[in-house]
Nanobody, 124 residues
Framework: QVQLRESGGGSVQAGGSLKLTCAVS????????MAWFRQVPGKEREGVAT????????DYADSVKGRFTISRDNAKNLLFLQMNSLKAEDAGMYYC?????????????????WGQGTQVTVSS
C-alpha cells in the first residue's frame, strides 16, 4: 500500500534553515505529482509546494516563494523540501502528499494520500 514517511522537522531560530525528506513506497513514485502541505492548530491544511512527476515543474504558495525549494529523487523515491529564511509563521506540521492519478499538480484538493507529518518549530 501507499506509504509516505516524513522526517527532518525540528526546532530552528527565525532566519534558519531546515530540510524535510519524505520517503515513499507502494507505488510508482515517478508517475505522480507530489506536494508539501502544512497545518497549524485551528487552521486548515494549506499547500506549500508541489512538483510535477518528473520534476520538470514546481509551484509554490506565495508565502514561501524564494525561500522554499521542493525537489525529488525519483531513483530513490524521495521528496524534499528545503526551507530557508524561516519565519515564525512557517511553523506547523508539515505533510508530504501524493496526488491522484492524472490531475493537474497545482490543484491542492487533488491530493489523497498523506504521511503522518513532521513538526517544524520556528522561534523568534
Amino acid at each position: 500500500q501507499v506509504q509516505l514517511r516524513e522526517s527532518g522537522g525540528g526546532s530552528v531560530q527565525a532566519g534558519g534553515s531546515l530540510k524535510l525528506t519524505c520517503a515513499v513506497s507502494g507505488y510508482i513514485f515517478s508517475s505522480y505529482c507530489m506536494a508539501w502541505f502544512r497545518q497549524v492548530p485551528g487552521k486548515e491544511r494549506e499547500g506549500v509546494a508541489t512538483i510535477w512527476p518528473l520534476g520538470s515543474r514546481t509551484d509554490y504558495a506565495d508565502s514561501v516563494k524564494g525561500r522554499f525549494t521542493i525537489s525529488r529523487d525519483n531513483a530513490k523515491n524521495l521528496l524534499f523540501l528545503q526551507m530557508n529564511s524561516l519565519k515564525a509563521e512557517d511553523a506547523g506540521m508539515y505533510y508530504c502528499a501524493k496526488a491522484r492519478a492524472g490531475v493537474y499538480c497545482g490543484e491542492w484538493d487533488k491530493y489523497s494520500d498523506w504521511g503522518q507529518g513532521t513538526q517544524v518549530t520556528v522561534s523568534s
